[in-house]
């Protein structure tokens, strides 16, 4: 049996408030019960709120989490430090050593937390985690522009991508709730200036039925983006030109898209199993949110052996084949060359 936590991994689609473990956000709510700083402080407990186990939180019941829940409890400097540096351990403990973090620049006016130093602290505990001894995970961050936002919003994320990118964030991301489908024209200018700028670019795709019509596709497509997150309702016209495209990264989360029904058929019916051989992409497995649907980036790896068939040297070649489209630099591309499995 191959063993899936010590296969070198590479994550590039996790989402950092969604990545925080039940035990993480748990953690933060009693240290904030004890200090009374809990806001509102009727908060309910993370294990309680989320129990273990629970991971079926459909688009309905998956985006409140966040502005009704995971924020209250991240809304200071300590807990944005302590669940980023948590983050971390996670996905190292989980044999992750390349990891992009993407997260949607936060001001937390209450705390005197501007979008910049929001980006600066997480891009602290990177450095901070990365200086310990032994430490093989190595992080870049991307910012994500939520769907919600205004033109001035997004621009300020690119903004804040163009600041901070020689500090570690290497991409711009288009995320947040896929019923959210009327603003997305406004934000042709700044992915084209992202791109002007040679940042790189990954988009949520045809997550949902109403943000797969061939309209929005063909609109994100003109943005030119370097990866593609999820992937699911494309028409054939739409999927040959994602291959035309050649070495488009298409990242898969089959564990989110089973677990909120965003999917049919299960696992078997993922369409993980279309892509995987397709040549013209680069198929990189990834967790979404893995503190909401439970499934560190190993299992993804088990999920794909036990349900598509997969080898163990298929499997060291999927992990591997990541490299070619990671955001990073061709230092750390040779890194993982190196430490990643060949057979
Ligand atoms: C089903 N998968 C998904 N689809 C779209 N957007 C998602 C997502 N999972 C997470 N997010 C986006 O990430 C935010 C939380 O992390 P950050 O505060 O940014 O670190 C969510 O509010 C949502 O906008």
Redesign the pocket.
Known sequence: MMDFISLPKIELHA????SISRQTLHEVWSHKTLTNTLTPPSLSDPLVEMPEGKHDYD?KT??PL??SYIYSLVSDLWALRYTTLAVLDDFQADGVVYLEL???P?AIPSAGITKQLYVQTILDCIDEFEARDGCKLRTKLIL?V?RRNTLEQAEEVLDLCLAFRDKGVVGIDL????ACVDNLETFTPVFQRAKQEGLKITL?FA?AEVSGTEEELELLLGWRPDRLGHVIHLSEGVKKKVVERRGMGLELCLS?NVH?G?VCGGFEGHHFGEWWKVEEVVVVLST??VGVFGSPLSNEYVLVAKHFGLSHQEICDLARRGIDVIFGDEEEKERLRRIMWNE
């Open positions: 989402h950092l408030s969604g688009l998956f985006f966040f502005s993407r997260t949607t936060r994500s939520d995320c947040g709730d896929p949520h997550e989110c909120a965003m979404d949110d």
